[in-house]
């Protein structure tokens, strides 16, 4: 035995007791918090969340959410807020859930955006002749029927550009080009790259898409225009063609695009999907669980939110078909227009003001359903260590995993700032940024197994915490 | 310790001592084959092995496989057979080899095909209009201008396709939906899916595009007629459509597409150009260094084969600087029109039938230059032996791996056949099928450090090779 290799050995066994440390402090506080009775109850459940995981892993629910999923995304495709397949996919997944004896159904009707994609092209003129993959961003306006030709200024950063002299911008066309670090970090780019280019005085902007990795892949997504700012139009580039401009114009060539783009814009009505499960004790108290009927316009929108969508509409039909029927009311939310900044949950949230304080705790899946490892939770570390407890009964799946996370989900961020606890699905989600928003998000990346596991971990936390005798705190 | 644990260390113990016992036997037999003085001859070019290495890794060399390469496939993107910017991209890596005070160089006219792309769209009609992602196959006939639209019928091997009823084939069309083993086996379903199908009377065929992993990806490629059958329109659609049809018609759906396609085809002079650097002992005696220039029309050829072409670009110029002229003469080929069945190699072998004896060895690079890992040797068993004991010099870069495969190469194929050893590079090309053939295929595929170790292993075994005292045995 070498020296290095005592000198490793000790090394990990540090790390591996300080981090069983931590865990074990985590843990004793959790106890503490919670004490003796209330995890006596929730072990209680045991029994039940693997009744739920038998039906759904191995009964006659095995791989039944795939294959629903697969018949609503391949019958409609894509389901852009404000169109008529949209309106027919959430007439189709209501009467998926009447057929499952779930009658308690309500829609709330809005006003949504109808942002419809034209045609769109981006040539590379200099230096040489290419045609470049492309998607307008949502709410990008057209440009003028000639097109708009005009030479590149490739842009880091939001720093660089307001460091930048308005005449090297004036009259160009900015390519966005930041690291992908989060896609919290990077989207900025996208939302906000038009309004702060065209206020330096740009007439187009591209923003490199944002995700990791690409075959050629262009990533499409919500931009707002500011005030008072002239609206340019604005689109995605691949990672390979902002890469291709960067190299030539470090070589000192310059690059010429011309841009063509149609779009129109107006606004529909579209509905917000409110299934219950009604509670036996408790019908005003809400566990909700939810994910978003609504797609971008490319791929099937089987992963955004296809899988979140019907791991949510499982739930409450899996606890009607077992007689689960919990304290609580279970109220699964097909929310609307989440593509379009949450238009569907600014509305419920609006509707609903005055009753938010029912929701005991909220869910929402929007980030994959790969193979689920746990949740991410929100609320106070009371909430998070029921949770977390709660968790402790998936070990034979693996998904044990809490994350703490202060805004879980998308739309329900909506909901939980008024200080109403809430969770998202922690999934192994590692590549969910390489087909986000692309013509690549189609049932290819879901799969079976994954997607039951995901099934019977949602449904099985949200019938306990529906049931448990004692409110989540808050 | 429990009898499970004792139980798999035994076993470890005793695979690995059979293994071991393997490799031993190899190298001991090798040791027989090889002798001590030629073994001793190998070793004694560790040094120039660690010049070339150093050279290329840490000295003015670093990098510039990678640069070179990426100023070559952004000025001309795609280079496909018979067309003006194969022809200069030609003319460019002449002048960038002249550069080098390397003017050995000659080019061999011939003929080859050219084929152009024109307009290509497929829609599903029903059960629902949706646009496919395609891309036409190589010699690919137009369709009539009104387009085809028939009836799919899926095909999961040719074996069901022989066995499949006539009429349940005419008058349809037909998507090959093979499962995606090696390329080798099933690119037949892309080369001769057309004819096949045409022969039972269908009247357009698609492919599952031939790969593994896609984000809407279509792999375009080479297919060919066969005599005496009908040219139907042939393309490649994307795994993701390819298993969507699938689904909807395991429904027990009916798909209706309509393909509309055009293109040309006619002949045009391309070159396969020859560089020599001449041995200073046995100047007739050749080591071939060898890649195609030609690429697919899509992308930018960067990975296929833009690698293979730059690191057999380099091994005479690196060998030129370093004034390492070896006994035999360095040959680096470019060859043309791979892509469409090797026809600039068939033209080398009948151009030098006479001569090809005097090719002691010879290499290509076709698979990608991720990675190096060592090469892929085809000859008898004292060639490998000695290509073997050479890799073993390459342990720091770990590359020292010897793959016995009989046919290595694509062009060189038509060579190799003659009875001549030669060897591919075998680099770790895992995601080779991911990009091959798609718009995907760029310089974002390639690595800079992958590029040098590419180069470095490739330019010390040709030198090597070409300089020792004894050729290679055949």
Known sequence: MNTYYV???KILFILSFSQANVIKQNADSCQQILGDDVIREIWSYENVKDEILRYVTEGDFKGKTYDELAKFVDKFGARPSGTEVLENSIDYIIDLTRAENINDIVTEELEVPHWTRGEERITMLQPRVKNLAVLGLGRSVSTPPEGITAEVILINDFAQLESSKEEDIRGKIVIYNPVFTTYSDTVAYRTQGATRASAKGAIASLVRSVGPF?????????????????????????????????????????????????????????????????????????????????????????????????ISW???????????????????????AEEFAYVGAYDYEKRHLDELQNINFIMESDEGTFAPLGLAVGGNQEAR????????????????????????????????????????????????????????????????????LGTALWTAVAYIVADISFDIPR
Chains 1, 2 share one sequence.
Not at 239 to 254: A, F, H, N, S, W
Not at 330 to 336: G, P, V
Not at 404 to 419: C, F, V
């Open 385 to 452: 260590c029921i949770i977390a407890e709660i968790l402790k009964l998936f070990e034979s799946i693996n998904a044990t995993t809490l994350i703490e996370d202060d805004s879980p989900g998308s739309d329900i961020a909506i909901i939980t700032k008024h200080g109403i606890p809430g969770a998202s699905l922690y999934n192994d989600n590692e590549r969910y940024f390489w087909f986000h928003h692309t013509e690549g998000d189609t049932m290819n990346v879901e799969d079976e197994r994954d997607l039951d």
């Open 214 to 310: 690409s075959i050629d892949s262009p990533h499409t997504g919500l931009q707002t225009y500011g005030e008072n700012v002239t609206q340019i139009p604005t689109a995605a580039i691949t990672l390979e063609d902002t890469d291709l401009i960067k190299r030539i114009i470090d070589r000192g060539e310059k690059v010429i695009l011309k841009i063509e783009m149609t779009s129109s814009l107006d606004t529909k009505i579209s509905r917000n999907t409110i299934v219950d499960l009604k509670g036996t004790e408790k019908p005003d108290s809400l566990v909700i669980v939810s994910g978003h009927i609504d797609s971008w316009d490319v791929g099937q929108g089987a992963m955004d939110d296809g899988g979140g969508l019907f």
């Open 7 to 9: 000198c490793a050995l």
């Open 314 to 336: 499982a739930a409450p039909v899996i606890l009607k078909r077992l007689n689960l029927q919990p304290r609580r009311t279970i109220r699964s939310i097909f929310w609307t």
